[in-house]
């Protein structure tokens, strides 16, 4: 069956440390991958895409890895913050190329990151 | 840019009562849809539309209608409130299907009692 797998449903880290979430997927096999922020009580934010052809992506402190043949992306936040503290989500197209076929999301990893 | 909007932000339902919660979007997207997020499950589709007139059923329809009658507007009805449909709704748009980051709104706290 179809799988989205996020690790660490949660994860603490101690201020400037280098947070990475997990995310691995089974039977997709993704054109790309999104990341996205969620906040309690608000609706999730965008961060980043990588492309398959991609092996990283960075945006200012987040770098994401995308590695088709272990089928895991990783997402790093350096010299995390705790304005950094949320739900980090993977989401992934459920279907290659094929029309309109839209996002499958992981279920989250929250982070605490701990002054 | 107001972005993605939902309303009601809160509602409160008897089980068998239906209600439409409405999304409105002003950014011109052609794409929109509507996840359902419980506690353990994550984000699941319910139903997406490509462009006005056009639907279709995501992971969990059951229970849910929708209908895109113009660009701006895709509102989720729920024909007969069930307690199983007690969750936060997040309705969400984008400019494309492919490679197009989703804009969500803020959600819809549902309980039905």
């Known amino acids: 069956s179809q799988k989205i797998e996020q690790n660490s449903e949660a994860l603490n880290i101690q201020e400037g440390k280098t947070a990475t979430l997990t995310c691995n997927y089974t039977?997709?096999?993704?054109?790309?991958l999104q990341w996205y922020r969620q906040d309690p009580g608000r609706g999730p934010v965008f961060l980043l895409l990588?492309?398959?052809?991609?092996k990283e992506k960075r945006k200012e402190r987040l770098k994401v890895t995308f590695d088709t043949t272990l089928k895991q992306s990783l997402f790093h936040i350096t010299a995390s913050q705790p304005a950094d503290s949320a739900t980090y989500l993977c989401?992934?197209?459920?279907?290659?190329?094929?029309?309109?076929?839209?996002?499958?999301f992981g279920k989250g990893t929250r982070l605490s990151v701990i002054a | 840019n107001a972005g993605v909007t939902q309303t009601p932000k809160f509602q409160v339902l008897k089980t068998g009562q239906s209600m439409t919660l409405q999304c409105a979007q002003d950014?011109?997207?052609?794409?929109m849809s509507w996840y359902r997020q419980d506690p353990g499950m994550g984000l699941r589709l319910i139903h997406y539309?490509?462009?006005?007139?056009?639907?279709d059923q995501g992971e969990v329809p059951n229970g849910y209608n929708v209908s895109r009658s113009t660009t701006e507007d895709f509102p989720l009805r729920l024909l007969s409130a069930a307690p199983s449909q007690t969750s936060v709704y997040f309705c969400?748009?984008?400019?494309?299907?492919?490679?197009?980051?989703?804009?969500f709104g803020n959600g819809t706290r549902l309980t039905v009692t």
């Open positions: 990588i492309r398959e052809n991609e």
């Open positions: 039977n997709y096999s993704p054109a790309y």
């Open positions: 539309s490509v462009g006005a007139g056009i639907t």
């Open positions: 969400a748009s984008s400019s494309g299907i492919h490679n197009s980051p989703l804009h």
């Open positions: 950014m011109n997207h052609e794409y």
């Open positions: 989401a992934l197209d459920s279907a290659r190329n094929s029309g309109n076929t839209p996002l499958v």
